[in-house]
């Protein structure tokens, strides 16, 4: 006899589909994330670059203050100072913008992550739905079996008795 077709099989895959589909929904928001707080460490070094830069100007600025110095050169160096401040704003900016990028990719993450379960928790449903179903379909099967061999049992003693 031939085994019978588990009914909800096409749900089955549909579900193994749709979690494959989330784990590669997380692995792409992990890699976004990965991407952005790379992306933040740089603009974060910059950010500590500009302010080295600024910190040696103003330095250098000092020393040739005290040694005497050229009107000019003061105006320049002052120049200098607050080209790399408004850079600095710029940069704390980028910082700040890319701070939230990761803020929103972490969570991005996380509901890619709650997906993920959810379609894991949907497709184990279905998988132990599944495997109760294939025991009773055995549990039957073993029934109908026994069945047919008591009558075939009962039909041979019947005849034994009855020549």
Do not use: F
Not at 21 to 36: C, D, H, I, P, S
């Amino acid at each position: 006899m031939k085994a019978k077709k588990y009914r909800l099989e096409t749900v089955l895959g549909i579900r193994n589909r749709a979690k494959d589909e989330a784990a590669r929904q997380v692995a792409r928001r992990l890699q976004q994330l990965q991407n952005a707080e790379e992306e933040l460490n740089r603009r974060q070094k910059k950010l500590q670059a500009c302010y080295e830069k600024q910190n040696q100007a103003q330095t250098q600025m000092n020393e040739e203050l005290t040694k005497g110095i050229q009107a000019r050169n003061i105006l320049a160096h002052q120049n200098y100072l607050n080209d790399l401040r408004k850079m600095e704003i710029e940069l704390k900016s980028d910082v700040e913008k890319q701070i939230q990028a990761v803020s929103k990719a972490e969570k991005e993450l996380e509901t890619a992550r709650e997906k993920l379960i959810e379609a894991a928790r949907e497709l184990k449903s279905l998988e132990v739905h599944k495997a109760n179903w294939q025991i009773s379909e055995k549990t039957e099967q073993n029934r109908r079996e026994q069945k047919i061999s008591d009558e075939i049992g009962a039909i041979l003693h019947g005849r034994r008795r009855n020549p």
